[in-house]
């Protein structure tokens, strides 16, 4: 098994909302590489990864004992039983709503999540609260994409295993496996039923994305903060014409890695406090690099998809009033995980403290309301907040 990278912010919300046949990132969440905790945590002072899941958040997490976690592994195992069922026992009973447990070949996955790739059909869902799993979206050119599956299609079964009822967590780990095996989806669609067999796929997603509108408002598209992204943002800001604004666009990013997030920040701050965490007890704080731009106008697009790491740097640009945010509230996770790797090879994360913004707003359950409402029509309405701070129209 790899070593555990060193800052872990598994977008546990793409693992658990948003389903690409395997838990990328949260994440999602959820991970972090030049920029994932190692198990020595806190000795080198980096910060751990915001991971965000998509379920009914209501005030802080709780948090399970890693000891109590280790030791039901270790007694497991030694019975000849999982030690990943009974650390999940625990941690269940727990109250740590962000807590979860891998196996080996899941956290092997999700450290490649890190790069943006992953073997799968291509496919996010969400399960609906009468147990449904949903297509949310499909990623253009993919194996899903390719059979004709659609947006807000009901996937029923995974090579004939049920599907309805079960955590998105748990379907990702049927639609997983190896590259160019076929997996049988089972569908439904206008109330008739249908069967499509696609073949899994090495697939790869830009996170960051650049356009150019005809009035020099430039605008960036952030998926997710896998590796490279804070640089990609730089990059975009620093080749953006003189002038122009920049619509920073961090609708439906579930997060990622926390130094990614920071770097992407800094292009647009110049040095100063990003966020503050604690690490059981221990206080800690993120700051920016120096020497980011901080006249060109800028507008945040944010809504309930915007998660972790996301809320990270939509926190720091609204608190240091750097960014006008528009759009709807976003989703609420701030919670902090660490990795430990189990007797018998599987790895707890475990909550073990929370983020906050500079101004002291903790992250975790309300989320980030945005300065200027804004639903359908959102990118408009940023374009029109961009004329008024001199850009634009």
Request: overall charge neutral.
């Amino acid at each position: 098994m790899p070593g555990l990278p060193a800052l872990c912010p598994r977008p546990r919300d793409l693992r658990r909302g948003a389903v690409l046949t395997l838990l990328f990132l949260a994440t999602v969440g959820a991970g972090a590489g030049s920029g994932c905790w190692s198990p020595r945590e806190g000795q080198d002072g980096r910060p751990p990864a915001l991971v965000g899941s998509p379920v009914p958040a209501s005030g802080e997490s709780g948090t399970a004992d890693r000891e109590a976690v280790a030791r039901a592994a270790a007694e497991a195992v030694a019975e000849g039983k999982s030690g990943k069922k009974a650390a999940e026992e625990v941690v269940s009973r727990s109250g740590d709503r962000w807590g979860a447990v891998y196996d080996q070949g899941e956290y092997a996955a999700f450290t490649d999540d890190l790069d943006g790739r992953w073997t799968g059909v291509g496919v996010w869902t969400g399960r609906r609260r009468d147990g449904a799993i949903e297509v949310e979206r499909i990623q253009p050119d993919s194996p899903a994409a390719r059979a004709g599956l659609r947006t807000g299609d009901r996937l029923l079964s995974v090579d004939g295993h049920g599907v309805t009822g079960l955590a998105v967590a748990d379907v990702v780990a049927l639609l997983r496996g190896e590259a160019g095996t076929p997996v049988v989806l089972g569908l439904g669609r206008d109330g008739a039923g249908l069967t499509e067999t696609v073949r899994r796929e090495r697939l790869r997603t830009e996170p960051v994305t650049v356009r150019r509108l005809a009035d020099g408002t430039t605008v960036i598209k952030v998926a997710s903060f896998t590796r490279g992204s804070g640089d990609r943002v730089r990059d975009a800001v620093r080749a953006a014409p003189p002038g122009g604004g920049v619509l920073l666009d961090l609708r439906g990013n579930p997060g990622g890695l926390v130094a990614e997030a920071v770097t992407a920040a800094s292009a647009f701050l110049d040095g100063g406090l990003v966020a503050t965490y604690d690490v059981r007890g221990s206080e800690r704080a993120l700051y920016a690099a120096p020497g980011g731009d901080t006249v060109r106008p800028l507008v945040a697009l944010v809504d309930g998809g915007t998660m972790s790491a996301a809320e990270l740097v939509t926190g720091a640009l609204q608190d240091r009033g750097r960014a006008v945010t528009v759009g709807t509230r976003t989703f609420g996770k701030g919670a902090v995980q660490m990795p430990t790797e189990l007797p018998g090879g599987s790895v707890a994360e475990l909550t073990v403290g929370t983020y906050r913004t500079p101004a002291g707003r903790s992250l975790d359950g309300g989320g980030i309301t945005p300065d200027l409402a804004a639903g359908d029509g959102a990118e408009d309405r940023a374009r029109t907040v961009l004329g008024g701070l001199g850009v634009g129209p």
